[in-house]
T-cell receptor, first 116, second 113 residues
């Protein structure tokens, strides 16, 4: 399958600072990327959907000013957690899709964010 | 309303035994269904998917799943479990009208020697 690289895999930051997470499709062009958040022992919750060159579409309850998503190219999307707080600590996962509709999306390895 | 349910939060099986993980979905339109596996601290790997056609779908690592429209189910099976199969398993549904994938709550699988 296609490869999606997510970086960093782990990050610890101080409360109040911002953290950027990158999601790259290495061998295909991703027209759509998805960002998920996963709490321990829980399922993946979709945060937002981004299409290359467009503004991201956020799920209800997700603060778009706190979780900034940029999808500037067909191979890169970034999630920036601004003014991070301990409650933002979580596992963040991206996925990338080349086609449209129900075509398969490939997942990154995830990023463990810890805010201290 | 929960679109995807996985009734079993945790399952323990002996190595070599057969496995069935249950998944039920609720969706009025054509369901596109997936099974993913997640190892601790890792992303998700696609095991198999159902879009249309044959209702028995073969996947990687010896897994298969059967789509039953009458029961709104898409159960995952494996005839003989290996210790390396211990992981979290997620059933997922692609909602065409919303262009998004909804994940079930997951089933944690433990394998005992």
């Amino acid at each position: 399958g296609a490869v999606v690289s997510q970086h960093p895999s782990r990050v610890i930051c101080k409360s109040g600072t911002s953290v950027k997470i990158e999601c790259r499709s290495l061998d295909f062009q991703a027209t759509t990327m998805f960002w998920y958040r996963q709490f321990p022992k829980q399922s993946l919750m979709l945060m937002a959907t981004s299409n290359e060159g467009s503004k991201a579409t956020y799920e209800q309850g997700v603060e778009k000013d706190k979780f900034l998503i940029n999808h500037a190219s067909l191979t890169l999307s970034t999630l920036t957690v601004t003014s991070a707080h301990p409650e933002d600590s979580s596992f963040y996962i991206c996925s990338a899709r080349a086609g449209t509709g129900h075509t398969e999306a490939f997942f990154g390895q995830g990023t463990r964010l810890t805010v201290v | 309303a929960q679109s995807v349910t996985q009734p079993d939060i945790h399952i323990t099986v002996s190595e070599g035994a057969s496995l069935e993980l249950r998944c039920n979905y609720s969706y009025g339109a054509t369901p596109y269904l997936f099974w993913y596996v997640q190892s601790p601290g890792q992303g998700l790997q696609l095991l198999l998917k159902y879009f249309s056609g044959d209702t028995l779908v073969q996947g990687i690592k010896g897994f298969e799943a059967e789509f039953k429209r009458s029961q709104s189910s898409f159960n995952l099976r494996k005839p003989s479990v290996h210790w390396s199969d211990a992981a979290e398993y997620f059933c997922a549904l692609y909602k065409t009208s919303y262009d998004k994938v909804i994940f079930g709550p997951g089933t944690s699988l433990s394998v005992i020697p």
